[in-house]
DNA sequence: CACGAAAGTTATTGATCAATCACAACCTTT
DNA sequence: AAAGGTTGTGATTGATCAATAACTTTCGTG
C-alpha cells in the first residue's frame, strides 16, 4: 500500500491518463483520479503543485510511451519495412482506446489553455509532439512526405477510434497497407 | 433584439459553436454561451433542453458546414480536380482555428459520453462522419483510398491546427500536395 | 526505542454551474 | 383595447469540485 512518493506519482500519472482519456481536462474530477489510485484526493496536491501539472505529465508520459511502442517496433529496421513495423504496431496499441483519447485530449487542451492565456501548455505539447515526428522520420528513412503520410494515417485511425468505429467497420477498409506510392526521394 | 424561437435558437448554435470549440462541453458554461448570443443562460433552457442538446447542434452544425465548404469548393468537379480544389478549400476553413477545434471537441466526446452509457452520442456522430466521409468518396470519384488518404490528411491539418503549429512551421511542409500516387481506379 | 521525516487522511471552504420557477415585457389578432 | 400566446428576465438551488489546513500513521536510523 504505501509507497514512495515517485512511485505514487508515477501510479498517478497512469490513472490520471485512464481518467483524462474518457472525461478531459475539465471533465475529470481529482477525486476521480485519486480514487483510481487508492489514496485520498488531498493527497494529489502534495505530490503535484495543482490539476493542471498532473494533466500535462500525462500528456507527456502519452507521448513517450506511443513513441516507445513505435522504437520497438521498428527497432533495427527502416524505409519501409519500419514503416509498417511501427504501422501494424499502431493497430495494435490503440485496440485500447484510452492511448488514443489521450492523445486527442492533448490536442483539444491546447487550445483551450491558450484561449485562456496560457501559452505554456502549446509550447510543451508542439515540443512533444514534433519530438516523436522527427524520431518517426528519422526511422523511416529521413524523408519529409512519408513520415508525414504515415502521421496522417495515424490521426484518421485516432479519429476513427475516437468515433467508436469496430475495425470491421467498411470506413476501415480504404486503410489496408497497399502499393499507396510509387516515388522515390 | 427580439427574434423568432427559431431564429434564436440559431445564434445559439453559433454561439455554442465558438465556445464549445475553446472549452469541450465540460470546459463550457451554458452561462458563456447565453453571453455571447445576448440573452439571459435561464433562457437556453426554453429553445433546448439541455446542455446535451446544445452541443449535439453544435456537433451537426459544424459537420454540415464542413461539407458545405466542400460542396461549393467542388461543384460540377470530379476526380484529382475535385479533391484539389476541396483540399484547399480546407485549408481556407481550417484558418478558422474554432472550425477544427469544434470537430476535435465532437471526436472526443463521444468517448466521454459512452463512457457514461450514452451510446446515442457516438451513434450520431459516426452517422454524420460517414455521410461526410461518403460525399466526400463520391465527390472524388468513388474510390475508397482516395477518399480514405483525403480524410486522413484532413485529420493530420486538424491535429497541426489544434496544437497550433503556425502555417510556415516547418512541420506543414510534407503537406504541399504533390504527385502522391500513379495508380488507375 | 525514540524521534524525525515522509506518507497519508479527514474536514472544510469558496467558487462555479446546470437547471427550475415565478414573473415581466411584447406582439398580434379580433 | 384587451386577451392570449410568445419572447424573455431575475432569483435561487443543490451539486460538484479544486485546493488548503490541520492532524495522524508509518518507517528508517542513530
Known amino acids: 500500500m504505501r509507497m514512495s512518493a515517485e512511485e505514487r506519482r508515477e501510479s498517478v500519472v497512469r490513472a490520471a491518463m485512464v481518467e483524462f482519456a474518457r472525461g478531459g481536462y475539465r471533465g475529470t474530477s481529482t477525486e476521480a483520479i485519486a480514487r483510481r489510485v487508492g489514496v485520498s ?9 495543482n490539476k493542471q501539472a498532473i494533466f500535462e505529465a500525462a500528456c507527456e508520459h502519452c ?16 524505409g519501409t519495412e519500419a514503416r509498417e513495423a511501427m504501422g501494424e504496431a499502431y493497430l495494435n496499441l490503440v485496440e ?4 488514443v483519447m489521450m492523445q486527442m485530449q492533448m490536442y483539444v487542451s491546447v487550445f483551450a489553455a491558450e484561449s ?9 505539447a ?3 509532439w514534433l519530438r516523436l515526428f522527427e524520431r518517426i522520420r528519422e526511422r523511416v528513412g529521413g524523408d519529409q512526405k512519408e513520415a508525414t503520410q504515415f502521421m496522417a494515417f495515424g490521426m484518421l485511425i485516432n479519429t476513427l ?4 468505429y469496430p475495425t470491421d467497420h467498411q470506413i476501415w477498409s480504404g486503410l489496408e497497407h497497399g502499393d499507396d506510392e510509387a516515388e522515390g526521394s
Open 41 to 49: 484526493q488531498p493527497y494529489l496536491f502534495r505530490l503535484f503543485p
Open 63 to 78: 507521448i513517450e510511451e506511443t513513441w516507445r511502442v513505435f522504437d520497438k517496433a521498428s527497432e533495427g529496421l527502416s
Open 96 to 99: 485500447d482506446r484510452e492511448q
Open 116 to 124: 485562456l492565456g496560457e501559452m505554456e501548455v502549446g509550447e510543451s
Open 126 to 128: 508542439r515540443a512533444a
Open 161 to 164: 477510434v475516437a468515433l467508436g
